[in-house]
Every structure is written in structure tokens, then in C-alpha cells.
């Protein structure tokens, strides 16, 4: 089953007065790992007379530097998309045997690389609370114990390390109270444990100190997010979106040695699918905002837009062709046989000369069984009386088909 979608996203900002724009970074194109095939993409900026320098940023994020030369009254940045939204699954992948039980410790070739995605934000009190709650409710830590301590833990008292992260991630999703927070930035993980509420942003911010903290590497994800409607209802469940819908989003990442990045979406309790696209992945949320830069002192109008519509869909079990397309498709049958006939194209079939052994054209080789071993002997026999009459000398290749 294969949707192809073509999202449309369009930020601009008017002023009051013509104003200097200091260079802009744009974060709108998908990164390089987005499992998400992106079929097109294209970038519009307003002003048109600016220059734009595509560059990657330290964790190959890909950033479109804009420098612009006159004074201006707007801004505006348009991105067109087209993605392929086959169905993923979010577990498809392999962890080393050494990751497979959760705690465990990464390979200290990796410390270095993996530094800036192990800094912890300050132990403050709400968020040693809540850390304390999740070693005794998800891993069973009924004292405290040290990191070598949990590290030497027996693999009978581990649990595996899918499992710890879906509990994680899904008390995160029970706990946090989701909510459309306008106000610019991040909140700290102890701002939302005091309010137990926060965007999305808030949320994944929030899980990748957690993750942190636990010893693992994590890293804050911006990204887009298309959600379908479903072709049925769900009979056992929530069935997602009512209508096709596509905002940006935020979302979190852990490294898992064999696996590398696996997305965690605490504002769902999800693992990521093919309708999350990242766009920058950072150990910070401060460089993954979608477009940063200077102005000058002005009023500003600002207007957001985001659209996603269905462009392509094949038939599929829950989605079959309609009466209406099977008429069509029975219109170009008929049409197509009326130029066949019309132009004297004939079907025939043929067929390629079998040999059947004179002694045992009964044997099961000769009916249904491929081979045998005396099937294998008489063809080599035959080749080579063949090779003897029509190609003395001739190199003899054995096939199979």
C-alpha cells in the first residue's frame, strides 16, 4: 500500500516598515535520516532578491542560510513536499546483544561521539521525584543504587530494553497534559513536572532529560507531522485522525547501539511511523528551531499555514477500486483490444523443446519432480553430444532457473 501526500507549509511575517533582515537559517527540509521517502521538495523565499547558501549543521541537519540585501516589508517562506506514506514498522530494526536488556552501558569507543546527547539538566526537586517514581515503577529500583550497580544488575532482574522504553514513553503521554502553548521557547523539564502540562516540545524535551538521565543518549527532534484518516474505524481502539492533518511537531530520540536513532513521541505514547519527517535533530532544542534570525525593531503581522492533501493512493484491502475506476479499467481493456485487432496483432504461444527419458518416461523427474540424479547424469550426457555435433570445443555454462 503506497499514499503519496503533498504537504504545504508557508510562514510569513509582514512589518509595519521597511526593515533589515540580519541572516536567516531555515530548518525546513527533511534530514537525511527520515525513513519517510521524500518523492520532491522545493523551498520559496520572499524577498526574491536574497542569496541562500545550503549548509549541514554538526548533526548533518541540512540549513538554508539566507542573506538579503535591501531593506524589505515581509518575509516569507514556503515549503512544498511531496512524501510516500508506506506503513512502517516502528520496531524494524536490531539491537546489539548487549543493549537487549536494559540498564546497560554504551561502548566507551562511543563516549566521545555521543557526549553532547548525555548532558543533564539540573537535579531540582520536582524532577528528582518523578525520576525516583520511574526507577521504582518501570524498572523495579526499590533502593537506590549506583550506576555500577545498575549496570551489574543480573540479566534476570533487567527487563528488555524495548519494553523500558515503551513504558516511558507512555507514562510520559499519561502524565503530561498536552496543551497549545504560543509563548516562544522551551520550558525546563522541572517548569512542566511543576505544571504536569506542556506542548509537544515541552513534552520531548522533558523525555530526553528522563532518557538521559537513565544513561541513555537522547536528542530533541523538530519535524513535520501528517496524520491520515483511516480507511475503517478501529474496533478495538482509538482510530486516529478524523480528517488529513499535518502541523509541525516535536519528538524525541534515544541511541540504541545496532538500531542507531529510534523516535519516541511522549505527546502520543507512539514510537515515530512514517508520518513523522524530521526536519532537525539536535541535543538542544535552541538550534532546531524551524527558522531563526534578526530584525529590526518593529510591529509584526505574522501568518501560518499548513495543508496536506492525497495525491496519489493505491488500491489496497481496506480501499479497493471503486465501480466507477473497474468501468475505466474495462473501457481501456476493450479499447486496447479494439487497436490489437485493428492492427493485426495475434497472441500465440509457444514453447521450448523438453527432453523425457525413453526408459522411464513415467519417473517423477520427468512429471513433476524438478531433479534428480539421474536426470542430472542424462542431461550431462545430452549437452555434451550437443556440444560434439554443433560446437566442437565449445565452453559448456550450467544454469539455474
Known sequence: MSIHVALHHKTHYKYDRLVNLGPQVVRLRPAPHTRTRILSYSLKIKPEKHFINWQQDPQSNYAARLSFEHPTREFCVEVDLVAEMSVLNPFDYFLEPSAQKFPFAYDPTLDHELAPFQRKCWLTNSFTKYLTDLRRDLIGETKRRT???????????????????VAINQRLWKDIKYTIRLEPGVQTAEETLTKMSGSCRDSAWLLVQLLRHFGLAARFVSGYLIQLKADVKSLDGPSGAEKD???????TEVYLPGAG????DPTSGLLAGEGHIPLACTPDPSSAAPISGGVDECETEFAFDMTVKRVYESPRVTKPYTDNQWTDIEKLGHAIDVDLKKNDVRLTMGGEPTFVSVEDPDGAEWNFTAMSHKKRILSGELIKRLRNKFAPGALLHYGQG
Open 261 to 264: 536513532w529510534i523516535g519516541l
Open 245 to 251: 492533518f499535518t502541523d509541525l511537531h516535536a519528538w
Open 147 to 165: 550506576k555500577k550497580e545498575r549496570l551489574e544488575m543480573p540479566d534476570s532482574e533487567k527487563q528488555p530494553t524495548n519494553d523500558f522504553l
